[in-house]
Protein backbone atom coordinates (compact mmCIF):
# COMPACT_ATOMS: atom_id res chain seq x y z
CA UNK A 1 0.00 0.00 0.00
CA UNK A 2 2.97 2.56 0.45
CA UNK A 3 4.30 2.31 -3.23
CA UNK A 4 0.43 2.79 -4.53
CA UNK A 5 0.45 5.61 -2.41
CA UNK A 6 3.51 7.51 -2.56
CA UNK A 7 2.77 8.00 -6.72
CA UNK A 8 -0.66 9.50 -5.32
CA UNK A 9 0.89 11.72 -2.77
CA UNK A 10 2.97 13.13 -5.06
CA UNK A 11 0.92 14.27 -7.71
CA UNK A 12 -1.42 15.67 -5.44
CA UNK A 13 1.41 17.84 -4.26
CA UNK A 14 2.74 18.41 -7.75
CA UNK A 15 -0.87 19.64 -8.90
CA UNK A 16 -1.19 21.79 -5.83
CA UNK A 17 2.21 23.66 -6.68
CA UNK A 18 0.89 23.96 -10.23
CA UNK A 19 -2.64 25.33 -9.72
CA UNK A 20 -1.09 27.96 -7.69
CA UNK A 21 -2.05 31.55 -8.24
CA UNK A 22 1.59 33.30 -8.66
CA UNK A 23 2.28 36.60 -8.83
CA UNK A 24 4.10 37.40 -12.26
CA UNK A 25 6.58 40.26 -12.56
CA UNK A 26 5.03 42.63 -14.93
CA UNK A 27 1.67 42.50 -13.84
CA UNK A 28 0.15 45.24 -11.33
CA UNK A 29 -0.18 42.70 -8.22
CA UNK A 30 3.69 42.23 -8.32
CA UNK A 31 4.61 46.18 -8.77
CA UNK A 32 2.46 46.82 -5.72
CA UNK A 33 4.30 43.25 -4.09
CA UNK A 34 7.46 44.72 -4.80
CA UNK A 35 6.75 48.43 -3.26
CA UNK A 36 5.66 46.79 -0.45
CA UNK A 37 8.37 44.31 0.21
CA UNK A 38 11.03 47.48 0.03
CA UNK A 39 8.95 49.13 2.29
CA UNK A 40 8.46 46.68 4.83
CA UNK A 41 12.40 46.18 4.49
CA UNK A 42 13.25 49.82 5.08
CA UNK A 43 11.46 50.28 8.21
CA UNK A 44 12.34 47.47 9.60
CA UNK A 45 16.08 47.79 9.59
CA UNK A 46 15.78 51.42 9.97
CA UNK A 47 14.23 50.75 13.02
CA UNK A 48 16.66 48.11 14.45
CA UNK A 49 19.89 50.22 13.82
CA UNK A 50 18.48 53.44 14.00
CA UNK A 51 20.22 54.48 17.42
CA UNK A 52 23.92 53.22 16.21
CA UNK A 53 24.77 56.33 15.29
CA UNK A 54 22.43 58.01 18.53
CA UNK A 55 24.84 55.91 20.75
CA UNK A 56 27.39 59.26 22.17
CA UNK A 57 24.16 60.92 22.46
CA UNK A 58 23.00 58.23 25.13
CA UNK A 59 25.87 57.71 26.37
CA UNK A 60 26.29 62.02 27.34
CA UNK A 61 22.66 61.91 28.12
CA UNK A 62 22.36 59.37 30.92
CA UNK A 63 26.16 59.73 31.69
CA UNK A 64 26.69 55.92 30.37
CA UNK A 65 30.00 54.07 28.88
CA UNK A 66 30.11 53.49 25.49
CA UNK A 67 30.09 49.83 25.98
CA UNK A 68 26.19 50.15 28.09
CA UNK A 69 25.55 52.52 25.16
CA UNK A 70 25.81 49.82 23.17
CA UNK A 71 23.13 47.93 24.70
CA UNK A 72 20.61 49.69 22.91
CA UNK A 73 21.17 48.03 19.78
CA UNK A 74 22.48 44.75 21.18
CA UNK A 75 19.12 44.15 23.10
CA UNK A 76 16.87 44.66 20.22
CA UNK A 77 18.93 42.33 17.95
CA UNK A 78 19.34 39.84 20.72
CA UNK A 79 15.39 39.36 21.38
CA UNK A 80 14.55 40.04 17.66
CA UNK A 81 16.64 36.63 17.54
CA UNK A 82 14.65 34.99 20.17
CA UNK A 83 11.27 36.17 18.68
CA UNK A 84 12.26 35.12 14.92
CA UNK A 85 12.37 31.75 15.81
CA UNK A 86 8.69 31.69 16.60
CA UNK A 87 7.34 34.17 14.47
CA UNK A 88 6.59 31.54 11.94
CA UNK A 89 4.66 29.50 14.12
CA UNK A 90 2.79 32.49 14.43
CA UNK A 91 1.96 33.21 10.91
CA UNK A 92 1.26 29.33 10.07
CA UNK A 93 -2.03 29.97 12.83
CA UNK A 94 -2.96 34.10 12.18
CA UNK A 95 -1.49 35.02 8.75
CA UNK A 96 1.55 36.22 6.85
CA UNK A 97 0.64 39.20 5.90
CA UNK A 98 -1.57 40.20 9.17
CA UNK A 99 2.00 39.43 11.20
CA UNK A 100 4.08 41.42 9.34
CA UNK A 101 1.54 44.64 9.45
CA UNK A 102 1.07 44.46 12.76
CA UNK A 103 5.19 43.53 13.68
CA UNK A 104 5.44 47.23 11.85
CA UNK A 105 2.61 48.87 13.09
CA UNK A 106 3.70 48.15 17.29
CA UNK A 107 7.58 48.53 16.53
CA UNK A 108 6.92 51.58 14.63
CA UNK A 109 4.58 53.25 17.56
CA UNK A 110 7.06 51.71 20.32
CA UNK A 111 9.82 54.20 18.60
CA UNK A 112 7.60 57.06 19.16
CA UNK A 113 6.86 56.06 22.91
CA UNK A 114 11.20 55.86 23.30
CA UNK A 115 11.48 59.65 22.33
CA UNK A 116 9.04 60.16 26.47
CA UNK A 117 11.84 57.55 28.14
CA UNK A 118 12.26 58.51 31.51
CA UNK A 119 15.78 57.03 32.31
CA UNK A 120 18.23 54.75 30.35
CA UNK A 121 16.51 51.26 31.89
CA UNK A 122 13.18 52.64 30.37
CA UNK A 123 14.45 53.04 26.75
CA UNK A 124 16.12 49.92 26.82
CA UNK A 125 12.99 47.91 27.64
CA UNK A 126 11.49 49.62 24.91
CA UNK A 127 14.18 48.53 22.48
CA UNK A 128 13.73 44.82 23.65
CA UNK A 129 10.17 45.30 23.30
CA UNK A 130 10.56 46.78 19.68
CA UNK A 131 12.94 43.63 18.97
CA UNK A 132 10.21 41.24 20.00
CA UNK A 133 8.37 42.83 17.20
CA UNK A 134 10.63 43.16 14.48
CA UNK A 135 11.18 39.42 14.70
CA UNK A 136 7.76 38.92 13.32
CA UNK A 137 9.18 40.65 9.80
CA UNK A 138 12.02 38.52 8.29
CA UNK A 139 11.30 35.12 8.18
CA UNK A 140 7.70 35.71 7.44
CA UNK A 141 8.40 38.29 4.92
CA UNK A 142 10.54 35.56 3.11
CA UNK A 143 7.76 32.76 3.86
CA UNK A 144 5.36 35.14 1.87
CA UNK A 145 7.67 35.82 -1.10
CA UNK A 146 7.81 32.06 -1.45
CA UNK A 147 4.65 31.52 -1.33
CA UNK A 148 2.76 34.23 -3.52
CA UNK A 149 5.83 34.97 -6.42
CA UNK A 150 6.39 32.94 -9.44
CA UNK A 151 9.28 30.44 -8.77
CA UNK A 152 11.37 32.56 -11.39
CA UNK A 153 10.74 35.41 -10.39
CA UNK A 154 11.93 34.36 -6.69
CA UNK A 155 15.75 35.44 -6.80
CA UNK A 156 14.83 39.18 -8.01
CA UNK A 157 11.66 39.32 -5.36
CA UNK A 158 14.26 38.60 -3.34
CA UNK A 159 16.50 40.67 -4.13
CA UNK A 160 14.20 43.95 -3.56
CA UNK A 161 13.22 43.15 -0.13
CA UNK A 162 17.04 42.86 1.13
CA UNK A 163 17.50 45.73 -0.89
CA UNK A 164 14.82 47.75 1.21
CA UNK A 165 16.65 46.68 4.10
CA UNK A 166 19.85 47.89 3.31
CA UNK A 167 18.42 51.29 2.34
CA UNK A 168 16.68 51.21 5.70
CA UNK A 169 19.80 50.35 7.43
CA UNK A 170 21.91 53.26 5.51
CA UNK A 171 19.27 55.66 6.05
CA UNK A 172 18.04 54.86 9.74
CA UNK A 173 21.47 55.75 10.49
CA UNK A 174 22.62 58.72 7.74
CA UNK A 175 19.17 60.19 8.81
CA UNK A 176 19.19 60.17 12.72
CA UNK A 177 22.36 60.76 12.38
CA UNK A 178 21.65 64.20 10.24
CA UNK A 179 18.28 64.85 12.81
CA UNK A 180 20.57 64.82 16.03
CA UNK A 181 22.67 67.40 15.40
CA UNK A 182 20.30 69.90 15.07
CA UNK A 183 17.18 68.19 17.25
CA UNK A 184 17.48 66.05 20.32
CA UNK A 185 17.61 62.13 20.20
CA UNK A 186 14.44 62.23 21.22
CA UNK A 187 12.72 64.08 18.41
CA UNK A 188 14.88 62.25 16.16
CA UNK A 189 13.61 58.82 17.15
CA UNK A 190 10.00 60.10 17.06
CA UNK A 191 9.78 61.11 13.34
CA UNK A 192 11.54 58.25 12.32
CA UNK A 193 8.71 56.25 14.49
CA UNK A 194 6.21 58.25 12.61
CA UNK A 195 7.70 57.72 9.17
CA UNK A 196 7.64 53.64 9.67
CA UNK A 197 4.44 54.22 10.78
CA UNK A 198 2.92 55.36 7.70
CA UNK A 199 5.22 52.91 5.92
CA UNK A 200 3.05 50.01 7.96
CA UNK A 201 -0.52 51.43 6.65
CA UNK A 202 0.68 52.10 2.52
CA UNK A 203 2.62 48.26 3.63
CA UNK A 204 -1.25 47.13 4.17
CA UNK A 205 -2.64 48.67 1.18
CA UNK A 206 -0.03 47.90 -1.54
CA UNK A 207 0.63 44.14 -0.79
CA UNK A 208 -1.75 41.78 -2.18
CA UNK A 209 -3.54 39.21 -0.27
CA UNK A 210 -2.54 36.08 -0.11
CA UNK A 211 -3.86 33.47 -2.56
CA UNK A 212 -1.73 30.16 -1.74
CA UNK A 213 -1.25 30.49 1.84
CA UNK A 214 -3.10 27.61 3.90
CA UNK A 215 -3.62 28.44 7.68
CA UNK A 216 -3.35 25.59 10.26
CA UNK A 217 -5.41 25.78 12.99
CA UNK A 218 -2.88 26.13 16.51
CA UNK A 219 0.46 26.84 16.69
CA UNK A 220 2.11 23.40 17.06
CA UNK A 221 4.97 24.57 18.38
CA UNK A 222 6.79 21.34 18.95
CA UNK A 223 6.46 21.20 15.34
CA UNK A 224 8.74 23.86 14.76
CA UNK A 225 11.08 23.29 17.53
CA UNK A 226 11.43 19.40 16.18
CA UNK A 227 12.53 21.58 12.99
CA UNK A 228 14.67 23.90 14.68
CA UNK A 229 16.84 20.66 16.17
CA UNK A 230 16.85 19.16 12.27
CA UNK A 231 18.15 22.35 11.22
CA UNK A 232 20.98 22.80 14.06
CA UNK A 233 22.02 19.53 13.74
CA UNK A 234 23.15 19.35 9.63
CA UNK A 235 26.51 20.29 10.08
CA UNK A 236 26.42 22.44 6.74
CA UNK A 237 23.62 24.65 7.78
CA UNK A 238 25.94 24.85 11.23
CA UNK A 239 28.71 26.71 9.30
CA UNK A 240 26.41 29.03 7.11
CA UNK A 241 24.63 30.12 10.42
CA UNK A 242 28.47 30.57 11.90
CA UNK A 243 29.52 32.92 9.15
CA UNK A 244 26.14 34.47 9.48
CA UNK A 245 26.75 35.20 12.86
CA UNK A 246 30.48 35.93 12.62
CA UNK A 247 30.23 38.44 9.89
CA UNK A 248 27.27 40.18 11.37
CA UNK A 249 28.94 40.65 15.15
CA UNK A 250 31.83 42.05 13.53
CA UNK A 251 30.27 44.62 11.03
CA UNK A 252 27.61 45.54 13.62
CA UNK A 253 30.28 46.10 16.82
CA UNK A 254 32.62 48.22 13.73
CA UNK A 255 30.25 50.78 13.28
CA UNK A 256 29.26 51.20 17.15
CA UNK A 257 32.47 52.52 18.31
CA UNK A 258 33.36 53.80 15.07
CA UNK A 259 30.98 56.55 16.29
CA UNK A 260 32.86 57.13 19.42
CA UNK A 261 35.96 57.13 17.51
CA UNK A 262 35.04 59.48 14.50
CA UNK A 263 33.76 61.99 17.04
CA UNK A 264 36.99 62.35 19.40
CA UNK A 265 40.23 63.50 18.70
CA UNK A 266 42.14 63.69 16.20
CA UNK A 267 39.43 63.50 13.58
CA UNK A 268 36.09 65.67 16.30
CA UNK A 269 34.14 64.89 13.47
CA UNK A 270 30.06 66.00 13.35
CA UNK A 271 27.20 63.95 13.50
CA UNK A 272 26.14 64.29 10.01
CA UNK A 273 30.06 63.71 8.99
CA UNK A 274 29.89 60.53 10.86
CA UNK A 275 27.01 59.49 9.64
CA UNK A 276 28.23 59.52 5.83
CA UNK A 277 30.29 56.25 6.36
CA UNK A 278 26.66 54.49 6.16
CA UNK A 279 26.61 55.67 3.12
CA UNK A 280 28.63 52.85 2.06
CA UNK A 281 25.58 50.80 2.66
CA UNK A 282 24.21 51.93 -0.93
CA UNK A 283 26.66 49.88 -2.55
CA UNK A 284 24.43 46.60 -1.04
CA UNK A 285 21.66 48.09 -2.31
CA UNK A 286 22.79 47.58 -5.79
CA UNK A 287 24.59 44.17 -4.97
CA UNK A 288 21.55 42.57 -3.34
CA UNK A 289 19.20 43.41 -6.22
CA UNK A 290 21.80 42.31 -8.94
CA UNK A 291 22.16 38.93 -6.81
CA UNK A 292 18.95 37.92 -6.51
CA UNK A 293 19.06 36.92 -10.30
CA UNK A 294 22.25 34.75 -10.16
CA UNK A 295 20.70 31.71 -7.83
CA UNK A 296 18.64 31.29 -10.96
CA UNK A 297 20.89 31.54 -13.87
CA UNK A 298 23.35 29.65 -11.79
CA UNK A 299 20.82 26.87 -12.07
CA UNK A 300 19.72 26.65 -15.36
CA UNK A 301 23.12 25.93 -16.66
CA UNK A 302 24.24 22.39 -17.44
Do not use: D
Request: with cysteine.
Amino acid sequence: MNSSSTPSTLNTEATSVLSREWIHKGTKAYKHAGFALFLVGFASFSLIYCVQPLLPAFSQSFQISPASSSLALSLTTAFLAISIVLSSAFSQAIGRRGVIFTSMLCAAILNIVSMFTPNWHSLLIARALEGLLLGGIPAVTMAWIAEEIAPEHLGKTMGLYIAGTAFGGMMGRVGMGILVEYFSWRTALGLLGAICFICSIAFLKLLPVSRNFVQKKGLNLGFHMQMWRAHLSNTKLLRLFAIGFLLTSVFVTLFNYATFRLSGAPYSLSQTQISLIFLSYSFGMVSSSLAGSLPIASVKKP
